[in-house]
C-alpha cells in the first residue's frame, strides 16, 4: 500500500511536548516504558497503535539501520496527531516487503496503522517518519 508523504515539519504547532529516545543507549523493553508513558493522556487503542508503529520503526532501526539511532514522538493536540520519527545512519531504504520466517510484518503493520509514512535522505542519515491521527471524538486528554 502506497502512503502519502508527511509534510516537513512545521514549527508553528502546538506540541503536548515531545519525546527524544538514544536507541543506542536504551534496551527496546526501557523504550517501550518511555514511549507508553510519555503517550498516557492518549485513549488506550491510540496509545497501543502508536506504540505498535513506535517499535517496529525503532526495531528496523536497530535491524537495519547504523549508529546512532534516535526517535523523537512529538504530541499534537492542535491537529490530534501523534509524529514519529527515526533517524539511523545505515544505507538502505525502507520498503515493504513480503513476510517470511525472518520478518517483513513491521512497515506491513505501519502502513496499516499509520495515516502516513515516509523516508527522507539526509547528507549522512535519514530520517522515517509516521503520523497517526485521531478521530475529533478521541481527543488527547489535556
Known amino acids: 500500500m502506497t502512503r502519502p508523504v508527511l509534510e516537513a515539519r512545521r514549527r508553528d ?7 527524544e529516545v538514544d536507541l543506542d543507549s536504551l534496551t527496546p523493553a526501557s523504550t517501550r ?13 491510540s496509545a497501543a497503535d502508536t506504540i505498535q508503529v513506535f ?3 525503532a526495531s528496523n532501526a536497530r535491524r537495519h539501520g547504523l549508529p546512532p539511532r534516535r526517535a523523537r514522538l512529538s504530541l499534537d493536540h492542535v491537529r490530534d496527531r501523534v509524529r ?7 544505507p538502505g531504504e525502507p520498503h515493504p516487503r513480503a513476510p517470511d520466517h525472518t520478518g517483513g510484518l513491521g512497515l506491513l ?6 495515516d502516513a509514512w515516509s523516508c527522507s ?7 522515517i517518519q509516521a503520523e497517526l491521527t485521531f478521530a475529533d471524538d478521541v481527543r488527547p486528554a489535556a
Open 13 to 19: 504547532t502546538v506540541h503536548h511536548g515531545d519525546l
Open 33 to 45: 516504558v518511555m514511549v507508553r508513558e510519555f503517550l498516557a493522556p492518549l485513549p488506550e487503542t
Open 55 to 57: 517499535d517496529e520503526l
Open 84 to 90: 514519529i520519527e527515526v533517524d539511523d545512519t545505515g
Open 109 to 114: 503493520l505501519v502502513g496499516n496503522l499509520a
Open 121 to 127: 535522505r539526509y547528507d549522512g542519515h535519514k530520517t
